[in-house]
């Protein structure tokens, strides 16, 4: 049999594909890199237009405590300081998230956290916790809830918090202080040049073709290469043998104003039920410089259908079943290695996925040089 013009072809230039790419390249192998968009980045990809890096599948913040990650990202580009400090919308009242002491001072006017920690406690649920609703109450009890969480949930999930397991609300993040960063991480920050140009430095002079649909066409594929690293939804992989993984996705309408500033802020939440868009985002103020225009998405939540893009897997008991079934029918593939948020149907931010490739790239294909 004639040898293989590629050792690796990587499925998918998201993060996941690119750190493999990237390290595989580096480590004298031969990759090659297919996409199905027209784009390179997956849904971090951003798009220059008048000086704007727009973020067209959502905002996207860099933050992590892992120095080694923080360390590596930065080879690819120089990073601003930006601090997420999203605002919440309720009937035209504004509040601050993640909730802190400026949320607790809008609601009821304290300035001292035992104030707010007394009002929290005489308003928690305490009995059996059987849905997300009772599992809010009991977190954060019922103003947070009613105000800040009760019609964005009911939004996103297009289901009533009473019928929706608790499980999906883990924890809610509450400060009882005035630090208004949405995020812990010591660092944080976006891409000064925008999220794609550190996917052209980790691609370049690596091969990609775009508009490739690889399971139209996978043993066309497959003989190009020794082995494949795929990134794409793992039922698909499988044509749905199992049934389908569900997701939460949503989509987003966006127009450019010919003017200074339209809200302020990056991201607003609106926290209402009535209001169709669960929140808007101002992307010039993820990288402000003052540009002469402005351009805007509103975020709308969708019904989640087989052929619409992906965002958000929903990890109830139901799914975790059907996806441990393509995970043991993955498992058993010699040479093909599934990894990323669509493979490994998995919630991932972006410094976990870079995280997740570094050490797969060790486990499986003994790349140890970063």
């Not at 750190?19 to 971090?44: D, F, P, Q, T």
């Not at 397991?165 to 949405?182: G, H």
């Not at 775009?210 to 399971?215: P, T």
């Not at 500033?261 to 039920?273: K, L, M, P, S």
Request: proline fraction near 3%; include cysteine; charged fraction near 30%.
């Amino acid at each position: 049999m004639a040898d293989k013009k590629y050792d690796y072809l990587i499925v998918g230039s998201g993060f996941y594909g690119s750190v493999c790419a990237y390290e595989l390249s580096r480590m004298g192998k031969k990759v090659l890199v297919i996409e199905k968009r027209n784009h390179i980045g997956g849904n971090a990809y951003t798009k220059k237009e008048d000086d704007i890096d727009v973020h067209e599948y959502g905002a996207h913040i860099f933050h992590t405590n892992d120095k080694i990650i923080w360390k590596w990202i930065q080879q690819f580009g120089e990073f601003n300081n930006f601090r997420n400090s999203p605002l919440a919308n309720y009937k035209d009242e504004i509040y601050s998230l993640p909730f802190s002491m400026w949320t607790f001072y809008k609601l009821w006017g304290v300035t001292k956290p035992e104030e707010a920690k007394k009002i929290i406690e005489s308003q928690r649920y305490a009995g059996e916790i059987t849905n997300l609703e009772e599992q809010a109450l009991s977190l954060v009890g019922k103003d947070v809830y009613e105000k800040l969480i009760k019609g964005y949930t009911e939004k996103q999930w297009k289901k009533s918090a009473k019928l929706l397991p608790a499980s999906i609300i883990k924890r809610l993040p509450v400060r009882f202080t005035w630090d208004n960063n949405y995020f812990n991480d010591k660092y944080q920050g976006i891409p000064i040049n925008g999220y794609t140009s550190l996917f052209e430095k980790m691609l370049e002079g690596i091969p990609v073709e775009l508009n490739v649909d690889y399971l139209k066409d996978r043993e066309y594929w497959n003989s190009k290469a020794n082995k494949v690293i795929y990134t794409g939804p793992i039922d698909a992989y499988f044509n749905y043998q199992y049934g389908d993984l569900e997701y939460k996705t949503v989509e987003f309408k966006t127009r450019k104003f010919e003017d200074k500033d339209f809200q302020g802020n990056a991201v607003v939440n609106y926290t209402e039920a009535e209001i169709p868009f669960t929140r808007i985002i101002e992307h010039k103020h993820f990288n402000f410089k003052n540009q002469k225009d402005t351009i805007v998405s509103w975020e709308y939540p969708i019904e989640y259908r087989r052929g619409i893009e992906p965002y958000y897997p929903v990890n109830d008991e139901i799914n975790a079943e059907i996806y441990k079934k393509y995970k043991i029918a993955a498992d058993s593939i010699q040479d093909v290695f599934f990894g990323g948020r669509l493979a490994e149907y998995k919630y991932y931010d972006m410094h976990q996925v870079i995280a997740s490739a570094l050490s797969d790239l060790k486990k499986y294909h003994n790349v140890r040089n970063f």
